[in-house]
């Protein structure tokens, strides 16, 4: 459903991703990885269309670049990273504004009974249900990140670009979600697309991992082709494979 | 689920009991700007008065001629100007925070009030009169140099950043208004003159204004406001974040664009008839997001409510305190303005 072929972006004229191609078909997901600054970020920002890109990214056989902002958004949710907020809504008018381009009615007509359940839904999804009523500047950094990942929901989209979801979450919170994530998109084959550090998070949320290097993809495809020790110590400059080891072991010695 | 059901209830029942409350305050602020003066009146008249007029029926004897046009040549056009310019002022403050997702914005930041007190400068310095205009050379001139100046500054930033971040846009209205300001210095100081005429227009005041002023005024906010009403759900969505608002399905540079001009123009006009008043716009909003959340639909209107109010209270302070003298209403304004903001901002900050 979407198809990447020769992609250069970055920001003031200078590239960050540099001739990446790659294609995404429906229901898969997938855990991008990388170095910091190999160009991750960028590159979800290129696919839900906030950068301009050289070469072609098609959603559904039209291209990003000529598609109007709404067109784009229907299919195609992105959480950045956290950034400060200053004005205070609770977490279900948060949540709600997801739901921007499915609302009918005008601005003062209270959002319709589907659309009050759908948030509720997405709520219930994130384990949000009963702060619905609180308001979102005193919610913990965790909790925060929650409500935007159930505003993504709340947009019903296709594809879900998702960055550090798990950034700010204790780990039963990481599990959950990427357990949800999983689910989320099994059901009705949809996308979703995570950044992701933990590295053991990225191979639990799916087995197709797109690792970034220099702007580059080093590799795509099921991890369990190509991690290899030696091949992660080229890209990360540490031993990956025996950093993990020592932690399994050093976890053994206990009951 | 019930249970959810009624709490929303209530929270719906709670906020229309706070905004009764408010317009309640605003009608008895509004006939005190009427009735206290000189000649004090009573709100009873007042309304016979108002009501004879608008009905065109006969006003009872009782009440005298003079009283009748105090109240409708001289005190209600000067009322209804603060109101407007109050509410004016307020509503284009509330988006230009919300659209530069900077709760210390105004569309003074963009350099609508430099600009204007440069054209209206000019004006009084040149003695200019455009013939068809009138006497409405000076608030025309002074809108259009406003508006001139936030087109040049967002231009600008359009320019040198394609995305117009908010940083670029309030930067670049930073060095436009610090630029016409020193202009502005530079010729007040070659027409020594015309200086006190500069300084008091730009002191601001409500008095000695007729009726064609307030309804050009009215024309203009009644229009801008609800244009801008109706772009609450943007507004909402874009304080979370440029990219954030582009990722929902906000058209952002295209509502940014629209929101700032419609903002700037409202308070372009504002500033052209009353000269430049500070201090409202950039309080009411975070009075109103306190009391009432920060969902636009209601903030938009309400922060127009309580700015209008306010002024008018300012106005009262301002000509009734060394009367007949009067003090300027834009000092009035923060005089008043800042403590009240601070205890209401402070005191429920602590709590919540």
């Known amino acids: 459903m979407l198809s990447v072929k020769g992609l250069f972006c970055g920001y003031n004229g200078v590239d960050v991703i540099k001739d990446a191609s790659l294609d995404i078909t429906a229901g898969e997901n997938i855990s991008i990885i990388g170095p910091n600054g190999s160009g991750k970020t960028t590159f979800l920002r290129a696919i839900a269309g906030l950068i301009p890109y050289k070469g072609s990214i098609r959603l559904d056989d039209k291209e990003i670049a000529q598609m109007k902002r709404k067109e784009i958004a229907s299919k195609i949710a992105f959480m950045s990273q956290i950034s400060s907020i200053y004005f205070s809504y609770t977490v279900f008018e948060t949540v709600m504004l997801g739901r921007y381009l499915r609302m009918k009615g005008g601005v003062f007509s209270e959002p319709s009974k589907k659309d009050k359940e759908f948030v509720l839904q997405c709520l219930n999804a994130v384990g949000l249900t009963e702060l619905k009523d609180r308001q979102i500047t005193s919610l913990s950094g965790g909790q925060l990140q929650r409500v935007f990942i159930a505003r993504t929901f709340a947009q019903e989209p296709e594809i879900i670009l998702l960055d550090e979801p798990t950034n700010h979450l204790d780990l039963k919170h990481q599990i959950e979600l990427v357990e949800y994530l999983k689910e989320w998109s099994h059901k009705d084959r949809r996308v979703v697309v995570g950044v992701f550090h933990d590295i053991n998070l990225a191979m639990q949320f799916s087995n197709k991992i797109l690792l970034f290097n220099n702007g580059q993809i080093a590799a795509y495809g099921d991890y369990r082709t190509f991690f290899d020790g030696d091949f992660l110590k080229t890209i990360y400059s540490i031993d990956i494979k025996n950093y993990m080891l020592n932690s399994l072991r050093r976890w053994e010695n206990y009951g | ?352």
């Open chain 2, 1 to 352: 689920m019930q249970k959810q059901y009624i709490l929303i209830s209530m929270v719906v029942m709670r906020r229309k009991i706070k905004v009764l409350i408010s317009i309640s305050i605003c009608i008895i602020v509004l006939l005190a700007g009427i009735g206290i003066g000189s000649v004090p009146i009573s709100p009873a008249d007042i309304f016979i008065i108002l009501w004879s007029k608008l009905f065109g029926r006969a006003i009872p004897p009782k009440i005298s001629d003079i009283t009748v046009s105090l109240v409708w040549k001289l005190r209600l056009p000067r009322v209804l100007l603060a109101f407007i310019v109050g509410g004016a002022l307020s509503a284009s403050g509330t988006v230009m925070q919300s659209v530069l997702k900077n709760p210390l914005a105004s569309s003074y930041t963009l350099g609508v009030s430099s600009g204007a007190a440069l054209g209206a400068g000019i004006v009084i310095i040149f003695g200019i009169t455009i013939s068809i205009l009138g006497r409405l050379t000076l608030p025309i001139i002074g809108l259009t140099s406003g508006l001139l100046t936030v087109f040049l500054a967002v231009t600008f930033a359009s320019k040198i950043d394609k995305n117009m971040e908010n940083n670029t846009i309030i930067l670049a209205g930073m060095v436009f208004s610090l630029f016409i300001n020193s202009i502005l210095t530079i010729v007040s100081s070659m027409a020594k003159g015309h200086l006190e005429r500069i300084v008091f227009w730009q002191m601001g005041s409500f008095a000695s204004k007729d009726w064609i002023s307030v309804i050009i005024l009215a024309c203009i906010a009644g229009v801008g406001i609800p244009c801008v009403i109706r772009f609450s759900r943007e507004l909402d969505i874009m304080t979370f974040g440029e990219e954030q608002a582009q990722a929902i399905g906000v058209e952002l540079k295209k509502v940014k664009w629209y929101l700032l001009a419609l903002s700037a123009a409202l308070t372009g006009s504002a500033v052209a008839f009353s000269g430049i008043i500070g201090f409202v716009d950039l309080i009411t909003p975070h009075v109103a997001r306190k009391l009432f959340g920060s969902t636009h639909r209601y903030v938009v209107p309400l922060s127009a409510l309580f700015g209008g109010t306010f002024m008018v209270a300012a106005d009262l302070v301002a000509r009734t305190v060394i009367s007949p003298s009067e003090l300027p209403v834009g000092a009035v304004t923060a005089l008043i303005g800042a403590p009240f903001f601070g205890y209401i901002y402070f005191k429920r900050r602590k709590k919540g």
